[in-house]
């Protein structure tokens, strides 16, 4: 490449000639699953992840990906290795059966008996 | 910046190959036509898992290439406001790179795997990238009408089926709109400016007019292979669909600035439909295969800051701990 050739001052000033094509993909470096969270007392939500060695350095580097606009108070970085999930086939323990209606609020229903015995009450008075 | 992978007529054959369970493979497309949305360790078929690293990869080079014609300006940029909206535009790029990196990776792909396939050229990024970025007017051009045409493309991909891909670009998409509005900002200022500024960025829109119109890449309704992609969704939207609403939203937007586009046969049809002038796809081949008039120079770039900053990473490295694949 004929590096005094480029439009970018900053280009011809390093004056990189040939470099060698090989990456070094030995120095991968981990995961971190990022929460950010928007305002105090709400929650801290999964919002991706970065690379670092360090969890300081991964605060570092999630503060530039994900908060670099709109409101941030806190983040936090979990180690990908450190959580813990259950595995896609395991889908199925999530299904509420359609007889566990009486874990929920909606199925206790009870103005219509009161209002029957209201009734009741008026007409025999 | 952009995405629109290119697959060689070569590479689309081969993938055409794979055989997968059938019973796991109906159940996966039932799921993606109900519209749910596949995680990184669900059953996928081979040919989807590849070809979205493909994509994905692609894009991810294509945002952090993307950053260097642009680069190219901000020593010389007009103004002090107009410095810093282009320094956050080129971070927002690099950040997009760092997601799409990221949403590749839940994959299966190293993000340094990607990196060494990009310097070896084993793997692409978009062909509008190798152009040059001659005056400032450029920019202004990149920023409203590249941005745009990458809008177009993200858009549509972010309804696509695998979650982690689509949460990118929702966040890509939101910044994106800021490139289009300080890009659009830029570039009506010169065209409404003095007749230097006004004939400075005709020139370059000239110069950018055939890139534009191969950033969504050749014509693909015919293929076998599209279809496929199409059913899995993860390709929404044909090329020449992609193009041809490009050219509907910004057409109009260039020329009711009284500037024009060096092409006589450019023209919205009875049918609704935009025709132009064959742009010359034997370009659009030469330039994506390495000979276009930046690629050495693009590479060579990238080269170097991984050169430069391997002492670094190698500092970095702690060699015990344990590398897992990203959950999301
Ligand atoms: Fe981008
Ligand atoms: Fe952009």
Redesign the pocket.
């Given at each position: 490449m004929e590096t005094n050739k480029s439009l970018d001052p900053r280009v011809q000033r390093l004056n990189i000639g040939a470099q060698n094509g090989e990456a070094n993909i030995e120095t991968h470096l981990v995961t971190w699953e990022v929460f950010h969270q928007e305002k105090k007392g709400k929650q801290a939500v999964h919002v991706g992840i970065v690379h670092a060695s360090s969890p300081e350095l991964a605060l570092v580097y999630a503060k530039e990906v994900y908060g670099r606009r709109g409101k941030t108070t806190n983040l936090w970085v979990v180690k990908t290795s450190d959580i813990f999930t259950f595995t896609p086939e395991d889908e199925d323990v999530f299904n509420t059966a359609p007889e566990k209606l009486y874990r929920e609020a909606g199925y206790y229903k009870v103005r219509d008996r009161i209002e029957a015995f209201q009734k009741r009450n008026k007409e025999t008075a | 910046?952009?995405g629109n992978a290119y697959i060689s007529p070569e590479e689309a054959k081969q993938m055409q190959s794979q055989q997968d369970d059938p019973k796991q493979l109906a159940l996966f497309e039932a799921r993606v036509a109900k519209g749910e949305k596949v995680e990184p360790g669900d059953w996928m078929p081979t040919d989807y898992r590849k070809q979205l690293i493909r994509m994905i990869e692609q894009h991810a080079h294509?945002?952090i290439v993307?950053a260097l014609p642009e680069g190219t300006w901000i020593t010389r940029a007009p103004n002090f406001r107009r410095k810093l909206a282009l320094i956050a535009k080129v971070q927002?790029?690099i950040?997009?790179?760092q997601l799409l990196y990221s949403a590749a990776e839940t994959l299966g792909k190293t993000r340094e795997q990607m990196l060494a396939d990009l310097l070896s050229g084993k793997s692409k990024y978009s062909n509008v990238f190798n152009y040059p970025a001659k005056t400032w007017a450029d920019i202004a051009v990149i920023g409203f009408l590249v941005?745009g045409a990458?809008i177009v493309n993200?858009v549509i991909n972010s309804k696509g089926s695998y979650g982690p891909y689509c949460r990118a670009l929702e966040r890509?998409c939101y910044?994106?709109s800021f490139?289009l509005k300080q890009g659009h900002d830029n570039f009506v200022y010169l065209a409404t400016g003095t007749p230097q500024q006004r004939n400075m960025l005709q020139e370059a829109l000239n110069r950018w007019y055939r890139p534009l119109l191969h950033f969504f890449g050749p014509s693909d309704k015919a293929s076998q292979h599209s279809e496929k992609l199409m059913k899995w969704r993860v390709k929404l939207a044909s090329n020449d669909d992609m193009r041809n609403q490009f050219l509907d939203q910004y057409v109009p937007k260039i020329l009711e600035l009284d500037l024009t586009l060096p092409d006589p046969n450019l023209k919205k049809n009875d049918a609704g439909i935009w025709e132009f002038s064959d742009p010359d796809w034997d370009e659009f081949k030469r330039v994506i295969n390495g000979d276009g008039p930046c690629n050495a120079e693009r590479l060579a770039v990238r080269r170097y800051a991984e050169e430069a900053g391997r002492w670094v990473r190698n500092a970095l490295m702690r060699k015990e701990e344990k590398y897992v694949v990203p959950l999301a």
């Open positions: - | 910046m952009y294509s945002e993307g927002d790029e950040g997009h790179g941005d990458a993200q890509i910044e994106e490139h």
